[in-house]
């Protein structure tokens, strides 16, 4: 089917740990996102592609590495994941210019012990 | 710092009523204001979005409000219906990056 999909849906790791959660789409969309939600912050840009080999950070990137050899796909990877890094983790595409129209996978909940 | 400020955190309205979730702005530099629907396990889909330049928007029983002025803007759910608890989020958009208001938990009751 067509979409975004992330997986895992459902991750625990421990604290210090390389953690990578997965992101595919299906429509060919130039920009995907990655948001991370927490109560009390709504949703905050880690970090963002416009396009293959193409990417840059967001709000809040520190702890966090991302690439995207692949249009359809944008791997965010922590590479020593810590406990304040717990968070439901959200991948999005968007495939027009100039407009706030995100298309957003279910989401990656990870909990870090 | 918060550059989308939303309120209120929660909302509880009963049933064909009026909900209405403010928004505030800081960074004029934005060009869209969409407002995204959340369902509990699912991701954030877009709802109604408006552009800078547009007073109000209407689709169906949700409209937003704008006053470009105040930098403020407003989801109005008319006839609320028990299927319209969620969590709302406004966002505001610049060079493709959306930034999200907090989200406010909206219950419909009967």
């Known amino acids: 089917d067509a979409g975004i999909t992330q997986s895992p849906r459902y991750k625990i790791t421990e604290t210090g740990r390389q953690v990578t959660l997965m992101c595919h789409q299906t429509?060919?969309?130039?920009?995907m996102f990655w948001y991370r939600q927490d109560l009390g912050h709504g949703l905050r840009l880690i970090y963002y592609?416009?396009?293959?080999?193409?990417?840059d950070k967001g709000e809040v990137p520190d702890g966090y590495v991302v690439s995207r050899s692949k249009t359809e796909n944008f791997p965010l990877t922590l590479e020593s994941a810590t406990r304040s890094q717990t968070s439901v983790y959200f991948c999005?595409?968007?495939?027009?210019?100039?407009?706030?129209?995100?298309?957003f996978g279910e989401g990656s909940r990870l909990t870090v012990l | 710092q918060q550059q989308v400020k939303q309120s209120p955190q929660s909302l509880i309205v009963q049933k064909g009523g009026i909900s209405i979730i403010n928004c505030a702005y800081e960074n004029t530099a934005f060009d869209y204001f969409p407002w995204y629907q959340q369902f509990p396990g699912k991701g954030p889909a877009l709802l109604i979005a408006?552009?800078?330049?547009?007073s109000e928007k209407k689709e169906g029983r949700f409209t937003i409000s704008f006053n470009k002025s105040a930098k403020q803007f407003s989801l109005h759910i008319m006839d609320s219906q028990p299927g319209d608890s969620a969590t709302y989020f406004c966002?505001?958009?610049?060079?493709?990056?959306?930034?999200f208001g907090t989200g406010t938990r909206l219950t419909i009751i009967p």
């Open positions: 408006i552009r800078p330049d547009v």
């Open positions: 966002a505001a958009s610049r060079n493709e990056k959306l930034t």
């Open positions: 592609s416009a396009a293959a080999d193409i990417t």
């Open positions: 999005a595409s968007s495939g027009y210019r100039n407009t706030g129209e995100l298309f």
């Open positions: 429509w060919s969309h130039s920009y």
